[in-house]
């Protein structure tokens, strides 16, 4: 996961920690994401950026119990984020969390979404 995130975001410089939890769902994975920024962010500027990323949706409202869910990733091609705050362990660093069905987004969706946009 590490190492696909930078082949995504086109930088090998880019710190990042992740947790994969397997959980018995019928299908789908999800993951617990840590990123450090260069730079400082506003966490409002993140979620607005990912509300706009084509194939992400954001499920992020924590106060409505809205968090990204095995049960609504099921069957879809997007990939759901949420549960966005930041790591107060150290700077410029955000936690996240994700899920996916790993069947319909995975490995081989991922590398030909990379090439498409290589060769575009």
Not at 12 to 28: D, F, H, K, L, S
Not at 72 to 100: E, P
């Amino acid at each position: 996961m590490i190492d696909e995130t930078r082949k995504i975001l086109g930088r090998q410089n880019i710190a990042i920690t992740a947790t994969t939890v397997r959980v018995p769902v019928e299908n789908c994975h999800g993951e617990s994401i840590n990123v450090e920024f260069e730079n400082d962010f506003d966490l409002n500027d993140v979620k607005s950026i990912l509300e706009k990323a084509p194939g992400v949706c954001l499920y992020d409202d924590p106060a409505k119990n809205i968090y990204p869910l095995a049960t609504i990733a099921n069957g879809s091609d997007k990939v759901f984020v949420g549960r966005l705050r930041r790591d107060y362990s150290q700077a410029n660093t955000l936690n996240f969390w994700c899920v996916a069905d790993n069947i319909r987004k995975g490995a081989a969706t991922n590398a030909i979404q990379i090439m498409e946009k290589m060769i575009h």
